[in-house]
């Protein structure tokens, strides 16, 4: 690919003018001038997979939704972040979200500080609009510091991303598929015996839910450091 | 002015979110000129009465006789308010959802019990566990929720108050999943 | 080696005279259905019978590729030379061997294996992808060669600039056969005039949809074709190299094309500098593990690559960041089979055939309730009521006609009222369906439509990878769903929450496994929308 010339381009977020530069998204556009787009599985610094579909937004011209978090930025494009269609799809993308795992809030350490739990809140989404699904997976507690619950799991996969890309490990990654999906270390060995792993905790810190926390600390005391991630970034980059 | 005939039942729950309602304090005072308490666990009424204009649900729906309560206040009530977690998401009680009711009856009646030598669960007199617990909504039409473990009394006295006074509210000022 | 074009025709005219010198030809099918049938063991019981009865001068038996009415495999046909007569003979056992080895002096002795190939299921079909199908041999280069084989990339080459061969595909309208139906031509231009040091083409041969078989029988049938397809669209596109990514669970296909490639490679028709027009070209085999969701444009890519075939978002476009990065053209296989004939009889005959937003043919593979199931090639444009009643014969046992599925898990049902729509890319989506791949699965008036969606759902749902939450979760809950219906214990809202779910998952998806998973689900609610009625209980 040919590398381009980054550039400044002008387009509209719900009407409002904006500029970005050409190697912008949507999103980092819409966050750099306040205005709010849902996201889940984004987290500032590290690569985008637009997995979630909170973000998605709609585009004049195009009958599709496209995640704000992957879609580069076009000069003269029409951007909405919040119609009815959007507004449906999000509450209904939530809902299954909610629906797949077992998302007990008032048992979970991430209590008051999830970000699951808080979309619901934003998005007055004061029930789920599907059945629940009920289903059941092993917690792995085998590490001497921290937890992994799937059952607490949203599948964003940014533990994979910030061990990868942040931390260089790769000790995590995915595992089966569908509704099955599992975040696993190295061949699904237990935490404890991942050779790779380097307990450093970025996971845990990045983690959106309760999935990955820190042992035998209470919802009071659980700090998610999600800002991390940019730090470390920016801290390289000086060194 | 005719009073609100208001309903409170508690159904799989911890009575928290009754104790939230409680927790209203001098605000009850307040509530009370404007409805009247035909059915809760407050008053000693046995049967479900007939037009009811709000009852406030609190529990998940974990047995047969549950579903049958639910099916009668829905048919007897104007307004349905899910109070509390258990009630809009299965909360706690839904937690035996993941093993299945059989594997719950096992641990408490066969593996933790000193007494029952028969190794049987009780199954006369008491209600009979569901499958799996369900959230109000997913059996009859719920016309407000109230999330919260347990919900916030000022919620509750905000969203009753709303009521009252006959005007919208949003109650995510107030409340949420798990607060 | 072959250097060059005459030498190409030379090695042609060689084979072709070889051949005549055998005046029999009995060509035994060994596609995956015939040979699921036993058709190589007939094959080697042909050879020893006419070896002792001293025929191997006269007569030759050569393994060849589907020819189409896999209902009656299998199938062996026998061609004689100086006649150009040929016999078609069905459902050949063992013991017929002796008596078909006798009809190559008498004709009439096998006369009840004898299938008419004057029936409507041969004479209504336009064979251009499957020209060579049937007749020549896979495994050979060679026989390949003698049937005009490569000569339309040896000429290409010498006489054609890439931009050209584009501006000829594009004129001839041919659209992805893969189900899509973007304009293949676009396709390549977007790819060519990206500059980049590398580039790739990519043959999809990874056909997933139950009730599918037109890729497979393509390859087993006739690789070489596919082979200069590529190679063609590496000359127009600056590419020089392509992978074929084809299912393990083909393995009659990966063999074939195997050897075809390493046929080609020996001969020099592909590789370094072929022909010394200074053009390379060099093709590797990828096999997939099996998941669906790698047909998919970006998740094969993803797999080619040595990763977990999940799909990314679009765009970026393959065009500019495809496989390793690079531009990549990603074309179907049956997309890549109709490019030698365009090449060859140009733009204008191939647009004279089919309709006019559709030109050419296409393939279908018809399966379920249907009499003469098998692999058929028609002008775009042909009826449902032509491919349904007169090529395949209607439904068996005097039942009637119900609704026929076409595109597979991402396709929609269409009814009988329907039937008399001409098939083409823009009326099957009118109709709530899609072309797909060519999968035409015909159903009956017995089968219950809830249960039908409910089976592609379910097919969707074991087969999302899981990356996006409205296929992860959606096509669970719609799964869930279609059984409470099945069970009868649906309520209003679950018709409601049917409904609105499908289109979350279809607008909200990531890759178009998600995109098109509640197709079923919606075409069914349009047309048979009783059947769901009838799964609501009101208690």
């Known amino acids: 690919m040919i590398r381009e010339k980054v550039r400044v381009k002008s387009f509209k977020i719900n009407g409002i003018d904006v500029t970005g530069a050409s190697n912008q998204t949507i999103l980092e556009v819409a966050q750099d001038n306040n205005i709010e787009i849902p996201t889940l599985c984004y987290l500032k610094g590290l690569s985008c997979v637009g997995?979630?579909?909170?973000?998605?937004?709609?585009?004049?011209?195009?009958?599709?939704?496209i995640p704000a978090c992957t879609a580069k930025i076009k000069e003269g494009m029409e951007v909405t972040t919040d119609s009815p269609r959007i507004k449906t799809n999000r509450e209904m993308i939530l809902s299954m979200l909610f629906s797949e795992r077992t998302h007990t809030c008032s048992v979970c350490v991430s209590n008051g500080n999830c970000e699951l739990q808080?979309?619901?809140?934003?998005?007055?989404?004061?029930?789920?609009?599907?059945?629940?699904?009920?289903?059941?997976?092993?917690?792995?507690?085998?590490?001497?510091?921290?937890?992994?619950?799937?059952?607490?799991?949203?599948?964003?996969?940014?533990?994979?991303?910030?061990?990868?890309?942040?931390?260089?490990?790769?000790?995590?990654?995915?595992?089966?598929?569908?509704?099955?999906?599992?975040?696993?270390?190295?061949?699904?060995?237990?935490?404890?015996q991942s050779l790779s792993c380097t307990s450093c905790g970025k996971c845990v810190y990045v983690c959106p839910t309760g999935a990955l926390y820190e042992k035998d600390i209470s919802d009071e005391e659980a700090d998610k450091k999600r800002s991390i991630i940019m730090e470390l970034l920016e801290r390289k980059a000086q060194q | 002015m005719k009073k609100i005939r208001l309903a409170t039942i508690w159904l799989d729950g911890c009575s928290g979110c009754h104790m939230s309602i409680l927790d209203m304090d001098a605000k009850l005072i307040e509530i009370a000129q404007f409805v009247d308490v035909v059915y809760s666990p407050y008053v000693d009424t046995k049967e479900f009465p007939k037009d009811v204009d709000l009852t406030i649900i609190e529990g998940a729906l974990s047995t047969d006789h549950d579903l049958e309560m639910i099916r009668k206040i829905r048919a007897n009530s104007k307004y349905i308010i899910g109070l509390?977690?258990?009630?809009?998401?299965?909360?706690?009680?839904?937690?035996?959802?993941?093993?299945?009711?059989?594997?719950?009856?096992?641990?408490?009646?066969?593996?933790l019990s000193d007494i029952n030598t028969s190794g049987g669960y009780p199954c006369k007199i008491v209600p009979k566990l569901l499958d799996k617990v369900l959230p109000l909504h997913e059996v009859i039409k719920v016309d407000y929720f109230l999330p919260g473990c347990p919900t916030p009394s000022e919620a509750i006295y905000e969203m009753l108050k709303a009521l009252i006074e006959g005007r919208e509210i949003d109650m995510s000022a107030y409340t949420r999943f798990g607060k | 080696m072959i250097n060059s074009l005459e030498e190409l025709e030379a090695l042609a005219n060689t084979k072709r005279c070889n051949e005549q010198n055998c005046q029999e030809e009995?060509?035994?099918?060994?596609?995956?259905?015939?040979?699921?049938?036993?058709?190589?063991?007939?094959?080697?019981?042909?050879?020893?019978?006419?070896?002792?009865?001293?025929?191997?001068?006269?007569?030759?038996?050569?393994?060849?590729?589907?020819?189409?009415?896999?209902a009656k495999a299998p199938l062996i046909s026998h061609c004689n030379r100086a006649t150009k007569q040929s016999t078609l003979y069905e459902e050949v056992q063992n013991a017929d061997i002796p008596d078909l080895v006798q009809s190559l002096l008498n004709p009439t002795s096998v006369s009840h294996k004898h299938c008419d190939t004057k029936q409507d299921f041969f004479a209504a079909q336009t064979k251009i992808v499957l020209q060579n199908a049937g007749i020549i041999d896979p495994d050979d280069i060679e026989d390949y060669i003698a049937h005009e084989g490569y000569k339309t990339l040896f000429e290409t080459l010498e006489s054609k600039l890439p931009n050209e061969v584009i501006e000829e595909i594009k004129k001839s309208g041919l659209?992805?056969?893969?189900?899509?139906?973007?304009?293949t031509g676009l396709k390549w231009e977007s790819v060519a005039k990206v500059q980049s040091e590398e580039k790739y083409?990519?043959?999809?041969?990874?056909?997933?949809?139950?009730?599918?078989?037109?890729?497979?029988?393509?390859?087993?049938?006739?690789?070489?074709?596919?082979?200069?397809?590529?190679?063609?669209?590496g000359y127009a596109c600056g590419a020089s190299m392509g992978y074929i990514y084809v299912r393990a669970e083909y393995p009659v296909a990966v063999a074939k094309l195997s050897h075809a490639i390493k046929q080609a490679k020996k001969l020099g028709v592909l590789g370094a500098n072929i022909a010394h027009s200074g053009f390379s070209f060099d093709i590797e085999i990828r096999l997939g593990a099996g998941a669906f969701v790698c047909g998919e444009a970006t998740a094969l890519i993803t797999s080619i690559e040595g990763n977990r075939g999940n799909p990314r978002q679009k765009p970026p476009h393959l065009s500019d960041y495809g496989l390793f990065g690079k531009p990549t053209v990603l074309n179907n296989v049956e997309t890549l089979a109709n490019i030698v004939p365009i090449l060859t009889n140009g733009a204008a005959w191939f647009k004279s055939i089919g309709t006019e937003n559709s030109s050419g043919t296409k393939v279908f593979a018809l399966t379920g309730h249907i009499q003469n199931s098998g692999l058929v090639e028609v002008a775009m444009g042909t009826t449902?009521?032509?491919?349904?009643?007169?090529?395949?014969?209607?439904?068996?046992?005097?039942?009637?006609?119900?609704?026929?599925?076409?595109?597979?898990?991402?396709?929609?049902?269409?009814?009988?009222?329907?039937?008399?729509?001409?098939?083409?890319?823009?009326?099957?989506?009118?109709?709530?369906?899609?072309?797909?791949?060519?999968?035409?699965?015909?159903?009956d008036e017995e089968a219950n439509m809830v249960e039908l969606a409910r089976f592609f759902m379910d097919f969707c749902r074991s087969e999302s990878c899981g990356k996006c939450t409205p296929c992860r979760v959606g096509t669970v809950q719609l799964t869930e769903l279609l059984d409470k219906f099945i069970d009868k214990k649906a309520t209003r809202n679950d018709l409601e929450l049917l409904q609105n779910l499908s289109y979350v998952v279809k607008d909200t998806s990531l890759c178009g496994l998600g995109q098109s998973a509640p197709n079923p689900v919606l075409s069914t609610l349009k047309y048979f929308e009783h059947e769901y009625l009838e799964g609501i209980s009101d208690d």
């Open chain 1, 51 to 65: 997995s979630c579909r909170m973000c998605i937004v709609e585009i004049k011209g195009s009958n599709q939704l």
């Open chain 1, 118 to 192: 808080n979309k619901a809140h934003e998005l007055h989404l004061d029930h789920i609009q599907v059945p629940y699904h009920n289903a059941r997976f092993e917690i792995d507690a085998s590490h001497k510091n921290f937890v992994n619950d799937p059952n607490r799991c949203i599948l964003c996969t940014r533990c994979i991303r910030v061990c990868d890309e942040i931390e260089g490990a790769h000790a995590l990654d995915i595992m089966d598929r569908g509704i099955d999906t599992r975040i696993i270390h190295d061949m699904d060995e237990p935490w404890a």
């Open chain 2, 84 to 111: 509390g977690d258990c009630a809009i998401t299965g909360n706690i009680s839904a937690m035996k959802n993941l093993f299945g009711s059989e594997a719950v009856l096992e641990r408490s009646y066969g593996e």
């Open chain 3, 26 to 70: 009995l060509r035994v099918c060994i596609g995956s259905s015939c040979a699921s049938l036993g058709s190589e063991l007939l094959k080697a019981a042909l050879d020893e019978a006419i070896k002792t009865s001293n025929m191997s001068a006269q007569c030759r038996v050569k393994a060849v590729g589907c020819n189409g009415l896999c």
């Open chain 3, 175 to 183: 659209r992805g056969r893969g189900g899509g139906g973007f304009y």
């Open chain 3, 201 to 233: 083409i990519i043959c999809n041969g990874d056909e997933g949809d139950p009730g599918a078989f037109m890729d497979r029988a393509l390859m087993e049938a006739d690789p070489h074709r596919i082979l200069e397809g590529m190679a063609l669209a």
């Open chain 3, 384 to 443: 449902l009521r032509t491919l349904i009643y007169k090529i395949g014969g209607g439904i068996p046992d005097g039942k009637k006609f119900k609704a026929v599925q076409t595109g597979g898990p991402s396709g929609g049902c269409i009814p009988e009222s329907l039937l008399d729509l001409e098939v083409d890319y823009e009326s099957l989506k009118k109709a709530g369906s899609i072309m797909g791949s060519g999968g035409m699965i015909i159903i």
